[in-house]
C-alpha cells in the first residue's frame, strides 16, 4: 500500500475503529503482539487515524460491513453499447467498441477479407 492509498478516516470512523482494534488477535493491552520483538511496541491502528496495519485491514475491518463500505466504496463499473448489437456491456478497457461476441466475429470477418484479398492478388 503506497502513501497515496492510505486511507483517511474521519472521528466517527476513528472511534468505530477503536472499538474493532479491541477484537485483534495481536492486540494486548494497547501493544502489538505481531510487532513485539522483546520489548513492548505499541499498536499502529490503535494512534492513528491512517489505515496502516495490514493485519487489521484483512482480519479484523471485515467484521464491521458499514465501516468497510464507507472506507472502501465498491468500484462504479462503467457501461457502454455495443456498437454492433446494441447490448451493454463493461468494457475491459476505455477503447473498447464492441462486446466480446461482436469483436470476435469481427475479427474473423476481417480476417477473412484480408485472406481474400490477399488470394485474390497471387
Given at each position: ?75 462504479t ?16 478497457r ?12 469481427r ?16
Amino acid at each position: 500500500m503506497s502513501a497515496s492509498e492510505i486511507s483517511h478516516m474521519t472521528y466517527q470512523q476513528y472511534r468505530t475503529a477503536q472499538k474493532l482494534v479491541r477484537e485483534c488477535c495481536n492486540y494486548d493491552c494497547g501493544n502489538c503482539l505481531l510487532l513485539d520483538n522483546g520489548e513492548e511496541y505499541v499498536c499502529p491502528q490503535s494512534i492513528t487515524y491512517s489505515l496502516i496495519c495490514k493485519w487489521f485491514l484483512a482480519t479484523v475491518l471485515p467484521l464491521d460491513a458499514g465501516l468497510r463500505a464507507t472506507l472502501f466504496p465498491p468500484p462504479t463499473v462503467r457501461r457502454r453499447r455495443c456498437r454492433e448489437c446494441g447490448r451493454p456491456f463493461a468494457p475491459p478497457r476505455h477503447n473498447t467498441l464492441y462486446c466480446s461476441t461482436c469483436a470476435a466475429e469481427r475479427a474473423k470477418r476481417s480476417k477473412r477479407a484480408w485472406a481474400k484479398k490477399n488470394r485474390a492478388d497471387v
